[in-house]
């Protein structure tokens, strides 16, 4: 089974937009496909393939964090000084703890002389499993507020996308991965077949580009790049040119297009009608197909 990743190095390169499009796309051929939302910080794919069902939404629990129980407390404050995220503060005499700020490390329980503190589980996030209104098999997440894990948050949801495609037989996982290249970037490259980086014609743009180009080709992944809104500078020969030299394919150019803000304020695709980004992405499409999937 192919696995494919749509990333960017810098947040708003259109990397969901593209990835509801190469969805729609893949599903108009009949390609059997999951989806999934990796982007579990800011996930928004199913505003534009829209869930028609929800099979199960779900609390995944793998986080730690402290809790005191003040009836045990002896008021030592040896906790205060043994946490190093500053998490634990004194107040009206008794220390208190900060969740968002607790890494669950467990430090304060070990120094505690009279067990007053616990370290829980607690929720990490939600998984949510649906079917798109196109009709193919959709998984997303979302980061609970001040959570930290959202590397092993995008490891649950790929997880649950193989277990789909394997129940339903289906030829390719599409994920769209998370902007940057932090933990959760990592999680989405690590084991997939090709990556595909977004990209527009700024510096900015180009910096983030290469810097998830080398997490790519750290772990060994073949990849691609699009030039998105490619008509709004003159740095796109350039960044064409540089990303090249760096290794990777060029999968074509999306020109800016008012097309775009219109099908993403009405929650759909940009391929859906007709457009000159539409006919854009389409091409790129068929490069994909040709060097991504080899179909
Ligand atoms: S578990 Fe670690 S981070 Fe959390 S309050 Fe205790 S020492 Fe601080
Ligand atoms: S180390 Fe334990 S007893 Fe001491 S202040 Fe902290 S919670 Fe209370």
Same mark, same amino acid.
């Given at each position: 089974m192919i696995e494919?990743?749509?990333?960017?190095? $810098?947040?708003?390169?259109?990397?969901?937009?593209?990835?509801?499009?190469?969805?729609?796309? /893949?599903?108009?051929? !009949?390609? $059997?496909?999951?989806?999934?939302?990796?982007?579990?910080?800011?996930?928004?794919?199913?505003? /534009?393939?829209?869930? !028609?069902?929800?099979i199960s939404n779900l609390n995944v629990n793998f986080s730690r964090k402290a809790s005191l129980e003040e009836s045990l407390c002896s008021k030592c404050m040896k906790c205060v000084y043994a946490c190093q995220f500053s998490a634990i503060t004194i107040t009206g005499n008794f220390p208190k703890i900060d969740k968002y700020l607790c890494e669950g490390c467990g430090a304060c329980k070990i120094v505690c002389p009279s067990s007053a503190i616990k370290i829980e589980e607690t929720t990490t996030g939600k998984l949510t499993v649906g079917v798109s209104k196109y009709g193919f098999p959709f998984v997303t997440a979302q980061l609970e507020l001040g959570e930290h894990n959202s590397g092993a948050l995008v490891d649950t949801v790929r997880s649950k996308a193989r277990e789909i495609a394997a129940k339903n037989g289906a030829d390719l996982i599409l994920i769209d991965g998370a902007p940057g290249i932090g933990c959760p970037v990592t999680s989405t490259l690590v084991g997939v077949s090709y990556a595909i980086i977004v990209t527009e014609p700024t510096?900015?743009?180009?910096?983030?580009?290469?810097?998830?180009?080398?997490?790519?080709?750290?772990?060994?992944?073949?990849?691609?790049?699009?030039?998105?809104?490619?008509?709004?500078?003159?740095?796109?020969?350039?960044?064409?040119s540089a990303l090249e030299e760096q290794g990777s394919e060029y999968l074509g150019d999306i020109p800016l297009d008012f097309s775009v803000v219109r099908a993403l304020s009405e929650g759909r695709p940009v391929v859906e009608y007709d457009s000159v980004a539409s006919r854009a992405m389409r091409k790129v499409f068929f490069r994909i197909k040709e060097v991504a999937l080899k179909l």
């Open positions: 494919v990743a749509i990333v960017s190095g $810098k947040g708003g390169s259109g990397k969901t937009t593209l990835a509801s499009s190469l969805a729609f796309l /893949l599903n108009e051929e !009949k390609i $059997k496909i999951v989806v999934a939302d990796a982007d579990v910080d800011t996930p928004s794919l199913h505003f /534009l393939l829209q869930l !028609k069902e929800v510096p900015a743009s180009e910096d983030g580009a290469k810097r998830v180009l080398e997490v790519a080709k750290h772990f060994g992944i073949k990849s691609g790049f699009v030039v998105n809104k490619a008509n709004i500078s003159n740095y796109r020969e350039h960044i064409v």
